[in-house]
Every structure is written in structure tokens, then in C-alpha cells.
């Protein structure tokens, strides 16, 4: 038989482990797994892209589908950031990132103008199209062999500003608010997840960018050339990208649902379609 003491110290330790296993919705090791996970699966999504001209990286016939499911689960990742089993709750934190849901659209609609130039949802076939030359001089980089292309490529740049300002923002202001979104975070959440995830997304976006408009390595032989000119590449990016962070404005979000929605989404849609039928004659 236990004694008083015995019970009361057994209770005690029962309530510890209630509290210790018990898993709620709001607690931060659900929230951070989530944001783990997606991390490794943007890192992963890298993969699909070929870096020489030789394409050696996963080949896929659909490997822009796979693109586009992962960038909207991004979405669904950074809205949901509060989970609950009230589905309006989560329908709420839904429509509260919108924001960063609005310019993930217009880069899925820019990566589609891609694949319907191309006519292939193939992201190596749209690497090796790349290879040929434009006036039997430079590469035809898709940013300079066609009008569309060249239209996308700004638009995406400009949206990926417009990410580095919002997930900057965010990280910089209040670690425990998203600035952009009426919902809070969990109290006891570890930020650095949040970051580290930032951090493969803008990754992800990058890689897609110089691969789909500035094309993979070219010039170079051997994969050390193809390596510093891919980094190259880079450097170029993050630099340009740094320069017009610092004199673009931020916009509000009014500003950017209004620029996105009624200006930059319908003139990609008429684009497309104009596209469509011009090269059907």
C-alpha cells in the first residue's frame, strides 16, 4: 500500500506528465515541425533544377507542377502559423496572410507563362530549350527570347522584393507578431524556425529565377565552371536584389492588392492568352 506521502508525490508526477505529453494545437513543437519539414522540402524542390547544360538534376515530366504544389504549401505553412480545430479560426489565419499568398500567385502565374511558352511542364526540357542561341551570338535565356518572358522575369524580381520586405519585416519588428497578418504567432515559439524557413523559400525562388530566365551554367566546361558561373549568377541576384530592397518602397496592402490584382494578374492572363492564339497561325 502507498503511503499519503507516496500519493501525493505519484499525483504530482502524473500531472507533470499529463502536461509534458499532452499536446495542444497552439504549442510551438507542431508549429516549428510544420515549418521544419516545409524548409526541407523547399530545399529538396531545388533538386528539379539541372545545373549545367547537361541536365543532371531529377528529371521529371511534371517537375513544375511539383514546383507549384510546393510553393503553395508554403502558403498554407505561413497562414496557418495559428492551428486550431475551429475551422473558421483557420480560415481566418488563411485570409489573414494574404499578402504573401498574393505574390506567390503572380510567381506561379509568371512560372506558368514559362511553361506555355515552352509548351512543357518539364523543367528540364525548359533548361535545354535555353541552350540554343539567339542570333547565333548569346544564349536564348528565356529573358531575352521573348517578350512575355522578359515581362515575367521583371514581375518575379519585383515580387521577390516584395517577399524580402515582408518576411523582413516580420523578423525585425516583433519576433512574436507577423506584421503583415492580424494573427500571433504562439507564445513560446522558437523563432529561428520561422527564419530558417524565410531562408529556404527566398532560396527556392532564387534558384527558380536565374534557372528559368537567366538559364543554367553555359560558357564554362567541367562542373567547377559551371559551378562559378551558377554562383556568379547568384551574387548578381542577391546583389540587385539588396540594391532595390533598399530605394523600392514598401507598399501597404491595400497598395499590393491593388497592383496585383488589378493591373499585374490581368495583364498576365490576357498575355498568356494572346500567346496561346498567336501560336496556334
Sequence with gaps: MLTDFQKYRWSIIKVHLQNILKIRYSDFPFVNFLLFVTTGINLGLILLFPLNPQPTGLRVDYGA???????????????????NKNRAQVTSALISSRQLSTVIILIITSLLSVCLVHRTLSIEKIITEQQRSLWHIPPAWNVICHPLLFINALIIFGYFIIILQLLNQTTRTNPQILTHSSERLPVSIDYSYFRIWSFSLLTLIM???????????YFWAGNHGLFIVLLLKFLIFFSLSVWFYHRIPHLVEEQLLRLSYGFILPFQVVAMVLTVLTSNH
Excluded: C, D, P, Q
Aim: net charge neutral.
Design 65 to 83: 507542377l511539383i514546383l507549384i504544389a510546393g510553393l503553395l504549401l508554403n502558403v498554407i505553412i505561413h497562414s496557418t502559423n495559428r492551428f
Design 207 to 217: 534558384f527558380m529565377y536565374i534557372e528559368f530566365f537567366w538559364g543554367a551554367g
